[in-house]
């Protein structure tokens, strides 16, 4: 039944290694969203892709990068973690971006950095 | 100043309490607005949106918006302790970007 799917669900990595997080709809959603959230904070939106088009917050750091290869799969990629990307990180979905589209969410990833 | 301030609680209440949960916002482009409940190391799920003052009601639930204040409730009547999650308000303009509060963690004690 899971709609929007996160893997994995908890992610070690060492300072500066890249690490490569995964995202998966059944939802066949236009929009895939990829959020950060550090503890009992809001989630803090880092990009969406509308399909194909790919719209970068102005504040995400350059470090974090993003690749969607198809509607079904959007990837988050960290280049050189550090320990400030420690963090839940959320993807979600939705049919359309304006407007009273809600958004999906997965149930997250965990990363920790050693 | 954020754009959205929600209660910070924590929470605790016990079953069967009225649960009153709250945010303020300072942006007037928002339109739509929404409650989402975050259970411990899961993703937030959608619980109520709406797009205009008033209120809205779902079961135990019930959103009201008050655009002219600026200010949005959720009520949750006969809390259970199933009840007991972080519970995130969030907004949205016309453009589409929602904007979160930090969340109110909600313990309802059997």
């Known amino acids: 039944d899971a709609m929007v799917i996160q893997n994995p669900r908890y992610q070690v990595t060492q300072f500066g290694k890249p690490v490569t997080l995964s995202c998966s709809q059944t939802?066949?959603?236009?929009?895939m969203y990829w959020y950060q959230q550090k503890s009992s904070q809001a989630p803090k939106l880092l990009f969406h892709y509308y399909d194909k088009d790919f719209n970068n917050e102005a504040d995400t750091p350059d470090n974090f990068q993003s690749r969607r290869p198809n509607t079904s799969f959007c990837f988050l990629d960290i280049r050189s973690p550090g320990l400030g990307d420690a963090a839940m990180y959320l993807c979600a979905t939705s049919r359309d971006f304006g407007g009273v589209e809600p958004q999906h969410f997965g149930d997250g990833t965990r990363l920790s950095i050693l | 100043q954020k754009e959205v301030e929600q209660d910070p609680g924590p929470l605790s209440v016990p079953e069967g309490a009225i649960v009153s949960l709250n945010c303020t916002y300072s942006?007037?482009?928002?339109?739509?607005f929404m409650w989402y409940r975050q259970y411990s190391r899961k993703g937030p799920e959608l619980l109520m949106y709406t797009y205009s003052s008033g209120n809205k009601e779902d079961g135990r639930f019930t959103a009201q918006v008050d655009k002219s204040s600026k200010y949005i409730s959720l009520f949750i009547r006969d809390s259970q302790p199933s009840d007991s999650a972080t519970y995130l308000c969030a907004m949205k303009n016309n453009a589409g970007k929602s904007t979160f509060g930090d969340g109110t963690t909600l313990t309802v004690k059997p």
């Open positions: 942006n007037s482009a928002f339109q739509y």
């Open positions: 939802l066949n959603h236009n929009v």
